[in-house]
């Protein structure tokens, strides 16, 4: 339980997270952020590892925009190279992901054991637009 | 007044204020939590 604890006070610290929520049962931290924040997942992945723990499969939802392949996120200016789940491989050719300037997203990043890395962002669907 | 509200506009166009787009929520898995 004072893992748990530690891990859910580090991440609360990281500007810009509202909620956090840990689930021991599932191994998950739900993580709310305020609108505006300019967070990013390897902050969360950091704080993890600092707290002695692995960071794995984690589910994002994100606004931004698809610029070609690559996804933008233009608060951070962060950008993602977009892979199409493989459970839907024509996902990114439908018209809503082409171009758009405005778009919530669901996807997963895997971070790497450099937690820095610039990982794919896989696109799983939306959660329309702005 | 005009020229303000016609920066803001295109600034909002073009996605260039801050907050504009963000992260609004992730989900961790962590291995070894106990």
Do not use: H, Y
């Not at chain 1, 956090?20 to 609108?35: D, Q, R």
């Not at chain 1, 992901?97 to 896989?122: C, E, H, Q, W, Y």
């Not at chain 2, 007044?1 to 992730?26: N, V």
């Amino acid at each position: 339980m004072t893992c748990a604890f530690a891990v859910r006070g580090g991440i609360r610290k990281v500007p810009g997270v509202e909620s956090v929520e840990v689930s021991l049962n599932k191994g998950t931290a739900t993580v709310k952020l305020k609108p505006g924040n300019t967070v990013k997942p390897s902050d969360l992945w950091e704080t993890v590892r600092n707290n002695g723990f692995t960071p794995k499969v984690t589910l994002v939802v994100v606004r931004g925009a698809f610029l070609g392949k690559k996804f933008k996120v233009s608060g951070t200016n962060q950008e993602f190279e977009a892979v199409a789940d493989p459970k839907n491989p024509n996902l990114l050719g439908e018209s809503q992901f082409r171009n758009s300037k405005d778009l919530v997203i669901r996807g997963s990043l895997t971070p790497l054991k450099d937690v820095k890395a610039v990982v794919p962002l896989i696109v799983r669907g939306t959660e329309g637009g702005r | 007044m005009k020229r303000k509200i016609l920066t803001l506009a295109i600034a909002m166009t073009l996605g260039i204020i801050p907050g504009r787009a963000e992260f609004l929520q992730i989900d961790l898995s962590i291995f070894g939590m106990d």
